[in-house]
Every structure is written in structure tokens, then in C-alpha cells.
């Protein structure tokens, strides 16, 4: 999946995403809490919250690597 196809995923579709990268289960799930969106993004053990679906895609959360960095060769389950 394109880095532009994974944000859509998430920010408009609304849809959780999970995968594995470096042999860890991660992924992002999305809401909405008094009409701000909220992105859960975790990575193995690790989680962070975020308010901006850039945020979100261009974080270097993964060992150094952004989501959209790393959205065309990860394993999604």
C-alpha cells in the first residue's frame, strides 16, 4: 500500500491498520473525541498519541522510520 493510500486508510476511511515491521506488531487506530480526531500509533511496546494525521505519517516513530517511510513494504494483517 502507497503512503498516500495508508492515509486515507486511517484519516478518511477511518479504518484501523495494523501490520508487523521489524518483527513487531503495530499499527494505528483512529477516533474522534469531541470532534478533534485522535490517532493511537504503537510499535511493539512503544504508543504515542497524536491530533494531525501528518503527524501521524511523517513522525520518525519506527526505529527512525516514518510510517510513510516504511507503508510499501510492511506486512498488514
Known amino acids: 500500500m502507497s503512503a498516500d493510500e495508508l492515509r486515507d ?3 478518511v476511511q ?5 501490520f508487523i ?3 513487531k506488531r503495530s499499527g494505528v487506530t483512529s477516533e474522534v473525541h469531541d470532534y478533534i ?3 493511537a500509533m504503537w510499535y511493539g511496546e ?10 501521524v505519517m511523517y513522525d520518525k516513530f519506527f526505529d527512525g522510520k516514518s510510517l510513510s517511510e516504511i ?5 498488514y494483517t
Open 71 to 75: 507503508a510499501e513494504i510492511v506486512r
Open 9 to 11: 486508510e486511517i484519516a
Open 37 to 39: 480526531p485522535i490517532f
Open 14 to 18: 477511518w479504518n484501523d491498520v495494523e
Open 21 to 23: 515491521y521489524n518483527g
Open 46 to 55: 512503544k504508543e504515542k498519541i497524536y491530533s494531525d494525521i501528518d503527524e
